[in-house]
């Protein structure tokens, strides 16, 4: 049974440049939600997506903007990047947007210089 | 704002003590609240839990949701090195809140 996995593992990007994180969802769950996670923090929710819609935000801004795809997987773009974004990014599945169990894959680490 | 505050940040004991981690919270509509494990980097499953005292047990782990003051606790009794780790409580309304973790170190 695969889990949560995401794409690529470590990214290098210069301020300014714009990136894309992909994640696929656990087998036979629908919902894919993302976050952020700084060093030392817990992890911050960035969006959610079920049926290929966006369904609930956080607090952060429009330079960060998701996809889901037929198959459930996910992207993550992240425009005009800052040296703030640098931290771990995670992807987590779950089936619906009920109350259910979540799992997280391994997350990208993005590092912006 | 939806918030969630743990306690301790940190907790160092030693193998074989029993120890309690603490999660307060103040969300709206509330839906579950899970705990997690994370050691590296993806944070582990640990429990669910959406009613109120109803013990959750997993081996040497348990947690207890208390609705009405609005907290949760994990216990891991007879801790071992490999229990070392941040901690994470969420809590579930609308979208998933987070505290910063309680990051506990098990001593041989």
């Known amino acids: 049974d695969a889990g949560v996995t995401q794409s690529p593992t470590h990214l290098i990007k210069t301020r300014g440049q714009q990136v894309t994180l992909r994640c696929s969802p656990k087998?036979?769950?629908?919902?894919v939600s993302w976050y952020q996670q700084a060093l030392g923090q817990g992890p911050q929710f960035i969006f959610q997506y079920y049926e290929e819609e966006e369904r609930q935000r956080g607090n952060f801004p429009d330079r960060f903007s998701g996809h889901q795809f037929p198959n459930y997987s996910s992207e993550l773009n992240v425009n005009a990047l800052l040296l703030g974004d640098s931290a771990l990014y995670l992807c987590?599945?779950?089936?619906?947007?009920?109350?259910?169990?979540?799992?997280f894959g391994p997350g990208t680490r993005l590092t912006v210089t | 704002e939806d918030k969630v505050v743990q306690s301790p940040l940190s907790l160092v004991v030693h193998e074989g003590d029993t120890v309690t981690l603490n999660c307060s919270y103040e969300v709206t509509n509330f839906r579950s609240l899970l705990w997690y494990k994370q050691e590296k980097k993806a944070p582990t499953f640990l429990f669910m839990l959406?009613?109120?005292?109803i013990e959750k047990k997993s081996g040497r782990l348990s947690s207890i949701l208390d609705k009405k003051e609005l907290f949760s606790i994990l216990n891991i009794t007879a801790t071992q090195t490999g229990d070392s780790a941040v901690y994470l409580c969420a809590v579930r309304a609308g979208k998933s809140t987070f505290g910063d973790g309680t990051t506990l170190t098990v001593k041989p």
């Open positions: 087998s036979g769950h629908d919902t």
């Open positions: 959406t009613s109120s005292g």
């Open positions: 987590a599945s779950s089936l619906g947007v009920g109350p259910y169990e979540q799992y």
